[in-house]
């Protein structure tokens, strides 16, 4: 980024920041007591009881290093209000605690501002601009920094996830820098942070072994063979090695690495999240409803046999299927490998340096979310960050960017249910997508429409549900028997959005055309 657009970068960090500090007194979930209560455990228990102590609902099911993460943390706290660190103070809540709380994910977001400023960084000139709103880096700042789904789930919903997406995009400037080796070790701390980030590890895996390890290509392209590195793949090996080590090697000295893992990967949560995320199964979910209805109506089924948690999926973890079969850890293991296959073989036999790299990303993120077990809603931003970095390169994805984005970040809405925060979320949800289609229309003015007529009419069909799930609803006699109606109406809706871009994003890299080159010897 030149120097001259350090003032601009500057401004735009600095608002994004005083909006966050204002949205202090705001809403917060269930989230804000899980991190309460994990400063607690780190901060009075010993290293061996920190993924044993089950005092509250709400146990350590994070990655180490976010245990010690939550620990250095505690010992700031303390200065603020001790008894927010007392393990049996449940649910404890004070005006010391909510400060210090919110001003900790404001002050960790500092990594995810540098994070974006070296993404910018990495932005080639080709479409300069005179007026600076119109410039790809500038775009591509607000598209990041300003991010509407990153701004509710953080800074009102109440989570890490800023700290954490910056550790992911510098990891991701590094590769583009050809800095493979901080790349790489930037990754492997992130997934010793937060597991979630695992989704994407096929993409960073297959880049750096193709990128790094691999040194020179044929002339047509393909993988000239003899240029592997042994030095290079042991280097990569020591960064994995030291750091899982580094995390996990406390617990595996104190024989406690299962339960740690049980911790981790907790399969008896049912395949839903208790409101569904908008993926495949949504959609898998609302057919066994809707056969379910069909086959009452007809008599084929009967009625006192089915059970209960079927009919009120969305307000439940777990969802027993009724007509269609029932799906397994396994099943949706399988589904995601066979989803993420395809992309990591055109990152294979199609490279195309950084583009392809994100591209494969992208796709990795967005199949794990549509067919993950257990998936949070909140999982569609691990595609939709990575997304905007793409968006301004070329039309096409710009297009595809807005239906994933004004869609993912729609489906988060049910997060804030209060009335306080209904103009907020609101009023942040239009100039963010107001903002994100008038700068990349301008952008790419030269070229043909962003979205056809069939794109802009499902996404303006946007505003009936919500006002329908907000206002119409709730005044109506189906409020008090059928409460998961709004729910499963976005998610459902939001779920035809979502997976249309993705297999609008699969085809058009599995279509497009590569440019030979050569890779240096």
Request: hydrophobic fraction near 50%; include cysteine; proline fraction near 5%.
């Amino acid at each position: 980024m030149a120097a001259g657009g350090r003032g601009w970068f500057r401004a735009l960090a600095l608002g994004v920041s005083f909006l966050k500090c204002l949205l202090i007194p705001a809403y917060y979930s269930t989230d804000f007591e899980v991190h309460r209560n994990w400063l607690a455990i780190t901060h009075n228990l010993p290293l061996s009881q920190w993924y044993c102590e089950a005092t509250s609902e709400w146990t350590l099911d994070y990655p180490p290093f976010f245990a010690w993460f939550e620990y250095v943390l505690s010992h700031i706290a303390k200065y603020f209000d001790p008894q927010m660190l007392v393990v049996e103070n449940l649910n404890y809540t004070s005006r010391a605690t909510v400060f210090f709380q919110r001003l900790s994910v404001i002050f960790t977001d500092t990594l995810f501002i540098y994070a974006v400023h070296e993404c910018c960084r990495c932005i080639n000139g080709k479409r300069a601009a005179k007026d600076i709103l119109e410039k790809p880096t500038f775009i591509l700042a607000v598209l990041l920094l300003w991010n509407f789904g990153l701004l509710i789930v953080d800074h009102i919903h109440f989570q890490y996830n800023g700290f954490l997406f910056g550790l992911m995009l510098l990891s991701v400037a590094r590769l583009c820098q050809k800095r493979y080796l901080e790349g790489a070790l930037l990754f492997a701390i992130l997934l010793h942070f937060k597991h979630i980030y695992v989704y994407v590890a096929p993409a960073y895996g297959i880049y750096l072994l193709r990128s790094y390890c691999f040194t020179a290509n044929n002339a047509d392209g393909s993988l000239k063979w003899r240029s592997f590195s042994f030095l290079h793949v042991t280097l990569l090996a020591l960064i994995v090695c030291l750091v899982s080590a580094l995390s996990l090697g406390p617990f595996l000295v104190l024989g406690q690495l299962p339960q740690v893992i049980s911790r981790l990967f907790p399969f008896k949560r049912g395949l839903c999240h208790a409101y569904w995320a908008p993926n495949f199964w949504a959609l898998y979910n609302a057919m066994d409803k809707a056969l379910t209805i069909l086959g009452l109506k007809c008599n084929f089924l009967d009625g006192t046999k089915i059970p209960k948690a079927s009919m009120t999926g969305g307000l439940v973890q777990e969802f027993q299927h009724t007509v269609l079969p029932s799906v397994t850890p396994l099943a949706t293991l399988i589904c995601t490998f066979i989803a993420i296959l395809p992309s990591v073989f055109c990152l294979w036999f199609k490279p195309q340096g950084p583009r392809g790299f994100l591209q494969c990303l992208v796709l990795c993120a967005l199949s794990s979310f549509m067919f993950g077990w257990h998936v949070h809603e909140k999982a569609i931003l691990l595609a939709i960050l990575p997304l905007s970095l793409l968006s301004i390169q070329r039309a096409k994805d710009a297009g595809i960017y807005l239906i994933l984005a004004t869609t993912g970040h729609f489906s988060l809405f049910p997060l804030l249910f209060t009335t306080p925060e209904l103009p907020i979320k609101i009023l942040l949800m239009l100039l963010f997508t107001v903002y994100s289609f008038s700068s990349l229309k301008s952008l790419f003015r030269r070229e043909k429409p962003l979205l056809n007529w069939l794109e802009t009419i499902y996404l303006i069909q946007l505003v009936p549900l919500e006002i329908f799930c907000e206002i119409i609803f709730p005044l109506t006699p189906w409020k008090q028997h059928f409460p998961f109606v709004p729910l499963l109406l976005t998610s459902v809706y939001c779920a035809l959005g979502i997976t249309y871009a993705w297999l609008k994003l699969y085809i058009s890299v599995l279509t497009e055309r590569t440019p030979v080159r050569q890779k240096a010897e």
